[in-house]
């Protein structure tokens, strides 16, 4: 298990913005939720990919919130931190905040998903694997915390 909170890095590029060379609303989700299936994939050992294909089971997403504090713009980099809010018995709660590299707050999420039987399309608890890392990740984010 790692030793410090996931992040991930993302450059901002010109096609994300719109005429006023300001990041489109929608792409905000996007880096939170590009760096949500690198965490899983790297520091859980589940990607969703092959958590659907392999495993017959995903995690689809049932509530998003998110909350833009600061403009980003082309050439800006934008660390995006993971952290794991809450599991219960077959539901994930994440946030994330996303920095730009001046160390300026420029957006936050949360989400809300449900491990469901692909097939089924029924929720199910959460894999005792899959448990026990999202369970570790949580006690290092509510250090960090602290």
Not at 41 to 65: L, Q, R, S
Not at 104 to 114: A, D, H, I, K, Q
């Amino acid at each position: 298990m790692p030793t410090r909170l996931f992040s991930h890095e993302h450059r901002v590029h010109f096609g994300d913005s719109d005429a006023a060379r300001i990041v489109y609303t929608p792409r905000f989700l996007e880096y939170a939720m590009e760096a949500l299936e690198i965490f899983m994939a790297d520091i859980i050992g589940f990607d969703w990919y092959h958590m659907n294909v392999a495993h017959g089971f995903g995690t689809p997403f049932v509530k998003v919130e998110m909350e833009m504090l600061a403009p980003l713009r082309p050439g800006d980099r934008v660390c995006v931190h993971v952290f794991v809010d809450k599991v219960g018995n077959s539901s994930l709660h994440f946030s994330t905040r996303g920095l730009r590299h001046d160390g300026e707050l420029c957006f936050s999420t949360r989400f809300v998903c449900v491990v469901a039987d692909q097939d089924a399309g029924k929720s199910i608890p959460i894999p005792a694997p899959m448990r026990a890392r999202l369970d570790a990740y949580r006690s290092l984010c509510l250090e960090y915390a602290s």
